[in-house]
């Protein structure tokens, strides 16, 4: 069974840069696309980024595009997303997601339809 493990969120000043780590067990990670969500309070979740298996494909969400870098380690079986120039509205918790069900897939874009398996969250604060 596939688990995922969020760590890196805290509270961090607006300009500021946070990375966040996902630990992935339970099965081969590096056939997997990853990916990155966030969900604000009273707010929808918003999907971020994604990263194929190989990592050679990535998407970025307009909103995080330019500020936010999503990369993956194969060997520690960790993805990662760090997080630069955050701003109060980045406040959220952020969930990290894994496509178990198609391997080796290069798609990207609409890897929200796929990313099946979540984290339990990690909460990213940025005051003003």
């Known amino acids: 069974q596939v688990q995922l493990v969020e760590s890196g969120g805290g509270l961090v000043q607006a300009g500021g840069s946070l990375r966040l780590s996902c630990a992935f067990s339970?099965?081969?990670?590096?056939?997997?696309?990853m990916g990155w969500f966030r969900q604000a309070p009273g707010k929808e979740r918003e999907f971020l980024t994604a990263?194929?298996?190989?990592?050679?494909?990535?998407y970025y969400a307009d909103s995080v595009k330019g500020r936010f870098t999503i990369s993956r380690d194969n060997a520690k079986n960790t993805v990662y997303l760090q997080m630069n120039s955050l701003k109060p509205e980045d406040t959220a918790v952020y969930y990290c997601?894994?496509?178990?069900?198609?391997?080796?897939?290069?798609?990207?874009?609409?890897?929200?339809?796929?990313?099946?398996?979540w984290g339990q969250g990690t909460l990213v604060t940025v005051s003003s």
């Open positions: 997601a894994a496509d178990t069900r198609n391997p080796h897939s290069d798609y990207v874009e609409d890897a929200y339809r796929y990313l099946e398996v």
């Open positions: 339970g099965r081969t990670f590096s056939s997997n696309t």
């Open positions: 990263i194929s298996w190989s990592g050679g494909n990535i």
